[in-house]
């Protein structure tokens, strides 16, 4: 995987609540060894405006909505809309990515390949857009 997508989570359905799931390496193409989440985001507000060097990332819509919007090198944008907790983000290694539109009581869940280091950050978009 070398693009930002969308996987399909396993969904059990019942008629109690439904269930999903996630076992590496069958969902993910990483061992997830650092989560966060991301809530009580004010209207109007944006998260993230950064790329990762080397570490990638899942995105996943526990609750409500946000889009994920993807900076290419080239300037072209790409933007997913999360609102099913059936599917998560893949965003590969060197991606910029910043989070908007998000709905009322909103829940972003973030698995990563590996633990914060802040060395790993990209936090000026000019500098990832002329790294072509």
């Known amino acids: 995987m070398h693009k930002p997508q969308i996987i399909q989570l396993p969904k059990i359905q019942d008629v109690r609540g439904n269930l999903t799931f996630i076992q590496s390496p069958d969902h993910l193409p990483f061992e997830i060894k650092r ?3 991301i809530y009580d ?3 109007g507000e944006t998260r993230g405006g950064h790329a990762y060097k080397t570490q990638h990332e899942v995105i996943i819509s ?3 909505s946000f889009d994920v919007v993807i900076t290419n090198t ?3 944008l790409e933007r997913f809309t999360l609102n099913r ?3 998560a983000l ?3 290694a060197n991606h ?3 989070m908007e539109n998000f709905s009322t009581n909103s829940v972003s869940l973030h698995l990563c390949d590996g ?3 802040e060395a790993d950050y990209l936090r000026e978009l000019d500098s990832y857009l002329i790294q072509k």
């Open 85 to 87: 907790s059936y599917f």
């Open 41 to 43: 985001v004010p209207g």
């Open 96 to 98: 910029w990515r910043h």
């Open 115 to 117: 633990e914060f280091n």
């Open 74 to 76: 080239n300037g072209t």
């Open 62 to 64: 526990l609750s409500g």
């Open 35 to 37: 989560v966060f989440w």
């Open 90 to 92: 893949y965003i590969p």
